[in-house]
């Protein structure tokens, strides 16, 4: 049981290039979610997905897209680079809850460091 | 939508002393506290979390306190060590709100010996 898997773990860019973050999970959840990660700030929420074929936009989705194919999978795709999009991303999944328990614990993969210059 | 604002930003205490970090919320309809540990180069790991039923819960060193009508909660870690030392961010979670959690800008703390 690997988790959440991300790839790669870094990666720089040239400006206006183009890019796919992976995000995988073995746990069978529903919900999955990208965050980015700015020096000194909280984790910023660009997208998520309730399950395969729903997406919708968070906090700071522009300059980004998503797909949900499959319960798994939730790549992440920059278009075109631009420096702002230097970053820590994170990808998370979580269950829908624990029964009466209300459980709702997110994992987070380890990270992709983006530089873009 | 949710804001949740997390104090201090850094925090550095002797080893064996205790930790507080407070968090603040805007949505009285958050029912969820959740607080992460984020060591360096990791993605960030739940470590304890408080549901609005609750006004206290405690897992060995680490204990979160609930305020809801000030709208707001604290993380405790007594007895502090070395390797406490990590980014800890609050969070908070409306059910039926987006199904989105809304984190605090973290807060670094240092054990030091």
């Known amino acids: 049981n690997a988790g959440v898997t991300q790839t790669p773990k870094f990666r720089i860019l040239k400006i206006g290039q183009s890019m796919t973050l992976q995000c995988t999970q073995d746990?069978?959840?529903?919900?999955m979610y990208w965050y980015r990660q700015d020096p000194g700030m909280g984790l910023k929420l660009i997208y998520y997905?309730?399950?395969?074929?729903?997406?919708d936009k968070g906090e700071v989705p522009n300059g980004y897209n998503v797909s949900r194919s499959t319960t798994e999978d939730f790549p992440l795709r920059l278009e075109l680079a631009a420096p702002s999009q230097t970053s820590v991303y994170f990808c998370?999944?979580?269950?829908?809850?624990?029964?009466?328990?209300?459980?709702?614990?997110?994992?987070f993969g380890p990270g992709t460091r983006l530089t873009v210059t | 939508g949710e804001n949740v604002e997390q104090h201090p930003s850094t925090l550095s205490v002797q080893e064996g002393d205790s930790a507080v970090i407070k968090c603040t919320y805007s949505?009285?309809?958050?029912?969820?506290f959740p607080w992460y540990k984020q060591e360096l180069g990791k993605g960030p790991q739940l470590i304890i979390d408080i549901r609005s039923n609750v006004g206290e819960k405690k897992d060995q060193r680490i204990a979160v306190t609930l305020n809801k009508t000030a709208k707001h909660f604290s993380l405790h870690i007594t007895e502090t060590q070395p390797e406490d030392s990590a980014v800890y961010f609050c969070a908070a979670w409306a059910t039926g709100g987006g199904n989105k959690l809304t984190f605090g800008t973290g807060t670094q703390l240092k054990v030091e010996l």
């Open positions: 998370a999944s979580r269950s829908p809850g624990q029964g009466g328990t209300g459980i709702y614990e997110q994992y």
């Open positions: 746990m069978n959840h529903n919900y």
């Open positions: 949505d009285s309809a958050s029912n969820y």
């Open positions: 997905s309730v399950g395969a074929g729903i997406t």
